[in-house]
Nanobody, 122 residues
Framework: QVQLAESGGGSVQAGGYLRLSCAAS????????MGWYRQAPGAQREFVAR???????TYADSVKGRFTISREKDSNRVHLQMNNMRPEDTAVYYC????????????????WGQGTQVNVSS
């Protein structure tokens, strides 16, 4: 089973920046993709960014051009660089991963971190 730990959250003013990190640990065979979701108060959890094991990235329209997701080569750590932040970016940010627990498992399973709070003031 994979455990995901997020870090780097905090409070910034509009136009500022933050860098989130997510580290994977525990027992697993492989991690084939990692990404970020967020959930604002009273809202549903929404997709933010994703990166595949091959390094291909996908972004939500709301963060495109401002946020950058990256993955450290040959490691199980991803980062989300958030620039030019807006008050609407305020949310709890969750790391997620697609992983196989062992070589005999034919399926990738979704895992979630506990989340890190991000506050952006106007």
């Amino acid at each position: 089973q994979v455990q995901l730990a997020e870090s780097g959250g905090g409070s910034v003013q509009a136009g500022g920046y933050l860098r989130l990190s997510c580290a994977a640990s525990g027992r697993f065979y492989s991690i084939n993709g990692m990404g970020w979701y967020r959930q604002a108060p009273g809202a549903q959890r929404e997709f933010v960014a994703r990166i595949t094991s091959a390094g291909r990235t996908t972004y939500a329209d709301s963060v495109k051009g401002r946020f950058t997701i990256s993955r450290e080569k040959d490691s199980n750590r991803v980062h989300l660089q958030m620039n030019n932040m807006r008050p609407e970016d305020t949310a709890v940010y969750y790391c997620n991963a697609l992983s196989k627990s062992d070589a005999q498992d034919p399926y990738d399973r979704m895992y979630w971190g506990q989340g890190t709070q991000v506050n952006v003031s106007s």
